[in-house]
């Protein structure tokens, strides 16, 4: 069975750009969460989807948002980013998305903001 | 809120060696407590994981008790080998909404030389 899978795996971008990043979920799970890794602040939450429903969100601003589709696929984006937004991020799926249920990482997209 | 702290890294041992990574955790509710490994260019992949009080999680020759009266989760091995060498994570999750976050601790960094 295939992994999570995320496109891209490395990206530039410039101040003030935005980016989109894409995540597949193992075939079958339908609960896809995503997470932000840093130096700085460690790992952190950023929100999760579950039949192309957002079912909880961490502390972000607005800039960052998500969606996903009927095929479990999901994708998350970045507006007008800023420095700060330099991180791995993270993208992880399991079957249902509670605690009995393992959730599954994929390898990241680390985003470079320059 | 929920807190997870973990002993500052970086670890470096020799291996055979004996390895403790501390984690205590602060929940509402009744979490699930994890470990996850994150090996150089990869995404994390679960360890083990305790879901009540008292239950020890194992894998790969790696230990953990879920201690609810001192609110700890710590990693043991016996004999640490030099593939041992990846940053470790402790977490935790609360709920039964099917909507869990995880909650992470700031990670460990382990060395083993051989």
């Known amino acids: 069975k295939a992994g999570v899978t995320q496109t891209p795996r490395y990206l530039i971008k410039t101040r003030g750009q935005q980016v989109t990043l894409s995540c597949s979920p193992i075939?079958?799970?339908?609960?896809v969460s995503w997470y932000q890794q840093t130096p700085g602040q460690g790992l952190q939450f950023l929100f999760e989807?579950?039949?192309?429903?957002?079912?909880n969100k961490g502390n972000f601003p607005g800039r960052f948002s998500g969606r996903q589709f009927s095929n479990s696929r999901s994708e998350m984006n970045v507006s007008t980013l800023e420095l700060g937004d330099s991180a791995l991020y993270l993208c992880?799926?399991?079957?249902?998305?509670?605690?009995?249920?393992?959730?599954?990482f994929g390898p990241g997209t680390r985003l470079t903001v320059l | 809120g929920n807190s997870v702290t973990q002993m500052e890294g970086p670890v470096t041992l020799s291996e055979e060696a004996f390895l403790t990574i501390n984690c205590t955790y602060t929940?509402?509710?009744?979490?699930?407590l994890f470990w996850y490994v994150q090996y150089p260019g990869e995404g994390l992949q679960l360890l083990l994981k305790?879901?009540?009080?008292?239950d020890k999680g194992s894998n790969k020759g790696f230990e953990a008790t879920y201690r609810k009266e001192t609110t700890s989760f710590h990693l043991e091995k016996g004999s640490v080998q030099v593939s041992d060498s990846a940053v470790y994570f402790c977490?935790?999750?609360?709920?039964?909404?099917?909507?869990?976050?995880?909650?992470f601790g700031t990670g460990t960094r382990l060395t083993i030389i051989p």
């Open positions: 992880a799926s399991s079957v249902m998305g509670d605690h009995n249920n393992e959730q599954f």
């Open positions: 989807y579950f039949s192309e429903t957002q079912r």
């Open positions: 075939s079958g799970h339908r609960s």
């Open positions: 305790a879901t009540k009080a008292d």
């Open positions: 929940a509402t509710g009744y979490p699930s």
């Open positions: 977490a935790l999750s609360v709920g039964n909404f099917g909507n869990e976050k995880l909650t």
